[in-house]
């Protein structure tokens, strides 16, 4: 093969070529020190070694992905990305979702009687989704076994970060290139202070609505999948607080997205516009987000905490016309 921006072969090299191959023509050299090396989710599958001096490091020796010679273009694409996937363990955070799912049942509210009612069933819909089994109901009968498993993958949901720029940061809107999104609640931030956002997207674990042996324990199921969306947002909140105050303090908005916070339905595709959300399975078919139990969203972060606002802007669903605190009252 030619010698060119994207192909270039040293076979002057005393190391060439430095991996076993069948074809030494269309070894590439061009990327002799592998750039994806630092990147853990990088495009290869390396083996990992501990060095002598107690260091778990990438052995890649029998990785050719850089060296392919139709790899140049999807190399440049990697490492012009700047967003991240995070793995959240749903397990971990089951008191909170239990909390989360009486709050939004009203489970404590009810009589006596019906409380313990439900909350037996409320916990074994739980219980079931986490261990990823419907093997038994609460009154001890059995359930068909063809219906086991009430989640594709129980235990981890994946979420979608992408960073972006305190300038998309205006007065009431955000701004992507030609894109306006408006959010009214920014209308009562001080806007100066924001250092930099995030986009997010991410759906709630899958579970098997067909699975329920009743109408109640499908809705129960239903809130447990809202639980979750509920307090994964708020623990991503945390998160990016955490990640960034490394070297100072630094202040996470809530969640500002469609449906709450004055951001109106309508940014639902224009965010997912913004980002490539198909890699943690969330999609728009032309009329919702797929699957259906779906988020996106932004968060902002600042040197001080400027995301004080009233509580009723928490349910705003961003109606046009609306802010500077419903217009005053």
Not at 6 to 35: G, I, M, T
Not at 183 to 211: M, R, W
Not at 242 to 268: L, Q, T
Request: hydrophobic residues 35%; proline residues 4%; glycine residues 8%.
């Amino acid at each position: 093969m030619k010698n060119n921006y994207n192909f270039f072969q040293n076979r002057d090299c005393e190391f060439f070529p430095c991996h076993k191959v069948a074809d030494e023509e269309k070894f590439n050299c061009l990327f002799c020190y592998c750039p994806l090396y630092l990147d853990e989710n990088c495009m290869g599958s390396p083996s990992y070694i501990i060095n002598g001096k107690g260091q778990r490091i990438k052995d890649c020796s029998s990785c050719l992905v850089v060296h392919r010679p139709d790899m140049y273009d999807k190399v440049i694409k990697h490492l012009q990305r700047q967003e991240e996937i995070v793995h959240i363990d749903v397990r971990k955070l089951r008191p909170q979702i239990e909390d989360r799912l009486a709050r939004i049942t009203h489970i404590n509210d009810m009589e006596d009687g019906m409380r313990a009612e439900h909350r037996l069933l409320a916990d074994h819909v739980v219980n079931s989704i986490m261990t990823g089994s419907l093997s038994e109901k609460p009154n001890g009968r059995k359930i068909d076994s063809n219906r086991k498993g009430t989640v594709s993958n129980p235990m981890e949901v994946y979420v979608l970060l992408q960073p972006f720029a305190r300038e998309c940061v205006r007065e009431g809107y955000l701004e992507f290139g030609n894109k306006k999104i408006d959010c009214n609640v920014l209308e009562q931030i001080d806007t100066a202070g924001v250092e930099k956002g995030y986009l997010y997207a991410f759906h709630a674990p899958d579970v098997d609505l067909e699975s329920a042996g009743t109408v109640l324990e499908q809705y129960y199921m239903e809130a447990f999948q809202v639980a979750c969306m509920d307090v994964i947002r708020g623990w991503l909140q945390g998160y990016l607080e955490r990640k960034n105050s490394v070297y100072e303090k630094m202040y996470c908005s809530p969640s500002f997205g469609p449906g709450y916070y004055g951001m109106g339905m309508d940014a639902v595709p224009e965010l997912l516009g913004l980002m490539d959300a198909s890699q943690v399975g969330v999609s728009w078919n032309g009329e919702c987000m797929s699957p259906k139990m779906s988020l996106v969203g932004t968060y902002l972060i600042a040197g001080e905490d400027v995301f004080e606002v009233d509580s009723d802007c928490r349910d705003c669903i961003g109606q046009s016309g609306g802010c500077e605190f419903c217009i005053k009252h």
